[in-house]
């Protein structure tokens, strides 16, 4: 089996949906995607947390086989973010975030990491993204997320990131930023041409619209009646799509990508059925098999 | 081969887009609605335009062996509505409506089409569904269109059309109005709820949520690259889906109605890539089948 490396925040989050609120539970798009992933896959994570960050928090990633021999802890505060939804779970309005010791973060590869196939860059300042691609060698498929925040100040930086990705994996509202386009059709090709071989534009519960070899692939999201809170979506999301193709190890495949944003959607929509990571640590693959066969069903009509 | 029924509004549109701008053209949800299903089956129109109705522009249906001898032509203005398109496709800003002789429109069946098997109500005053419900002798399928319109001005005759047919076709945002609820998936459950055994929410370019039998079927839109003017989309998607259903002739069979709402997404997908109807006027069956063949290769990756 392979392992996928994911670069990105760890932290907590203060969260409040129409459902309900959680104060400092676990968060950050490095714990969402590896809680995924680790469903498919071996999964290494590279982060900082300061030194109020909890062993039990640790303990939920590692009683998954999540390795955290990458996640550096250092004097200070963790990584905070919170945020609230209203109707529109779609999109979160942030309310405060405190990069805290994420500030000065300073990606530092493990020897043991530098080997790995799968290497998603979640949203972080694109120049870390490029430190660490710097350090890992030739990995079989690189994916990379950003967001609005480094759309507008690191703009040019950001491009040189996506010209040495393989996959971008994109929110609906980012990609029409970065291309000025509003329609996701036309805003994936746009992109592609930036450099990625493969652009993933998530429509949160609308699903996902994958462009690459000059195809099309679209899928609605796996239809979930309560949604409790969306916060992680488009981490797992990820989780799921790098997790899948570390399983399945044959590097760039467009039908093994096509079947990656399947298991992404899998992993979102459990996700969103409970506050933070709670259902992606209690499920297992069972779970996952029986809502794969469902979801058949839904897009296929029988 | 059966017959479909539709009782709707006729007349003019004016309508800018990011892309340009058309006055005076052909519109009305009934006559995209005819257009469109004429490519599947036998339509007839129950509808009212002024004097000032172009002779030329029933021949445009006439050509496509729509019957319009339901449609009264009465001294007066054709009903006329202006409106127009910014970055967001999926919505329209209505400028002007102008009902014309639309406003005391009282809807008469002639004896020829009291038969009808399968009765399409577009967005039109319920109370006037309600007349027209009253006098088609048992249908095999009734559907139903409405608009936030009827939803804040005439809730409880709206309620009792809904009870009386089988598939309401909405819109999301008139969903959620209906409903209260912002969320799809549980929204269509409670307008099953409502009375309809089908109920089908149209989403733009995300294509549509079907909920009938305790089941989902949920697809996007075919991928267009370059939409035109989305004016009449959801009207098409009402007529591909009650074409195919009238043509396939099995009255309630919710097989025949998830692929009623692909051939609905296919209607959908040509008449927004030209202004108006002009691209449902043009279509061939040989383009339909290409574009259902792609449309496949999209959502099935293969």
Request: proline fraction near 3%; hydrophobic fraction near 40%.
């Amino acid at each position: 089996m392979s392992e996928v490396l994911v670069v990105g925040s760890v932290g907590y989050d203060t969260i409040s949906t129409p459902v309900g609120q959680r104060e400092h539970i676990l968060g950050g798009s490095a714990n969402y995607f590896s809680l995924a992933a680790s469903h498919y896959s071996k999964v290494n994570v590279v982060g900082v947390v300061g030194d109020d960050y909890e062993e039990d928090h640790k303990k939920i990633l590692t009683d998954r086989k999540v390795d955290l021999s990458g996640l550096q802890q250092i004097p200070g505060k963790t990584f905070c973010w919170e945020g609230k939804y209203e109707n529109d779970m779609n999109e979160a309005i942030t309310l405060d975030t405190q990069l805290n010791v994420f500030e000065n973060f300073d990606p530092k590869i493990p020897e043991a990491y530098k080997k790995s196939s799968y290497l998603f860059l979640a949203n972080i300042d694109p120049i870390l993204q490029m430190q660490v691609l710097d350090q890992v060698e030739s990995p079989k498929l690189v994916g990379v997320d950003t967001m609005n925040f480094w759309i507008s100040s690191k703009l040019d930086e950001l491009k040189k990131v996506l010209e040495r990705v393989d996959v971008l994996l994109i929110n609906e509202g980012e990609a029409r930023e970065l291309t000025g386009m509003w329609n996701g059709v036309a805003a994936a090709q746009k992109l592609a041409e930036m450099g990625p071989k493969g652009v993933v534009i998530k429509r949160g519960e609308y699903g996902f619209l994958m462009y690459a070899e000059n195809q099309y692939f679209i899928l609605p999201a796996f239809p979930v009646k309560d949604v409790v809170d969306p916060t992680g979506a488009g981490d797992t999301f990820a989780g799921g799509f790098f997790g899948y193709l570390s399983k399945v190890n044959d590097g760039w495949n467009i039908n093994h990508l096509k079947q990656a944003c399947v298991h992404g959607c899998l992993m979102a929509s459990f996700t969103v059925e409970s506050f933070g990571v709670d259902a992606l640590v209690g499920l297992d693959w069972a779970e996952i098999e029986k809502r794969h066969a469902l979801y058949k069903s839904v897009i296929t009509g029988h």
